[in-house]
T-cell receptor, first 111, second 113 residues
Framework: GNSVTQMEGPVTLSEEAFLTINCTYT??????LFWYVQYPGEGLQLLLK?????DKGSNKGFEATYRKETTSFHLEKGSVQVSDSAVYFC??????????FGAGTTVTVRA | GAGVSQSPSNKVTEKGKDVELRCDPI?????LYWYRQRLGQGLEFLIY????????KSGLPSDRFSAERTGESVSTLTIQRTQQEDSAVYLC???????????FGSGTRLTVV
């Protein structure tokens, strides 16, 4: 079956630090990969996505590259801000339409 | 509307009572999903509706859980005889089709006391 494993948190960083959240997956077929973000008190929002191997998704300074050879989709940001404090979820969807989510990684950025 | 709307946003119920959660998807979105997010955990798939096809109920945790959707409109998730372990945020999402992204609602926070 499909599964997503992401880096356990919580992660605490200082402003302007580099952020990486590891995500690896197991899937049959060719999944689409996503990062979702949940800011405090808000609903889940799509942050970025990639639909095929070697695609790079990017948004709000975040990037993730679909690596088929390592079955990974690690999320990176070069310089985080306090406003990036949130829970980040890695997810995948295959042709059978279900989203499979990782457990989420809580990120706290301190000023 | 502009987004996926869920109601109520918060629900506190006594153990053993039935609850009904509502989801209004984005107009024109044929696919609708229900997920559950327990405190400190990832999202669990519950059920999926696609147009007039039979729903995929494979994620429903017990026969106390059921969901309906009329056509491509509103969906209701019903939990009968609620238990404390049902306490979670219930999220609804919709999308226009396989090549489109998912849009999530803000969720219903259910607390069973």
């Amino acid at each position: 079956g499909n599964s997503v494993t992401q880096m356990e948190g919580p992660v605490t960083l200082s402003e302007e630090a580099f952020l990486t959240i590891n995500c690896t997956y197991t899937a049959t077929g060719y999944p689409s990969l996503f990062w979702y973000v949940q800011y405090p008190g808000e609903g889940l929002q799509l942050l970025l996505k990639a639909t095929k191997a070697d695609d790079k998704g990017s948004n709000k300074g975040f990037e993730a590259t679909y690596r088929k050879e390592t079955t990974s989709f690690h999320l990176e940001k070069g310089s985080v801000q306090v406003s990036d404090s949130a829970v980040y979820f890695c997810a995948l969807a295959t042709n059978d339409y279900k989203l499979s989510f990782g457990a989420g990684t809580t990120v706290t950025v301190r000023a | 509307g502009a987004g996926v709307s869920q109601s109520p946003s918060n629900k506190v119920t006594e153990k053993g009572k039935d609850v009904e959660l509502r989801c209004d998807p984005i107009s024109g979105h044929t696919a609708l999903y229900w997920y559950r997010q327990r405190l400190g955990q990832g999202l669990e798939f519950l059920i999926y509706f696609q147009g007039n096809s039979a729903p995929d109920k494979s994620g429903l945790p017990s026969d106390r859980f059921s969901a309906e959707r009329t056509g491509e409109s509103v969906s209701t998730l019903t939990i009968q005889r609620t238990q404390q372990e049902d306490s979670a945020v219930y999220l609804c999402a919709s999308r226009a089709g396989p090549n489109y992204g998912y849009t999530f609602g803000s969720g219903t926070r259910l607390t069973v006391v």
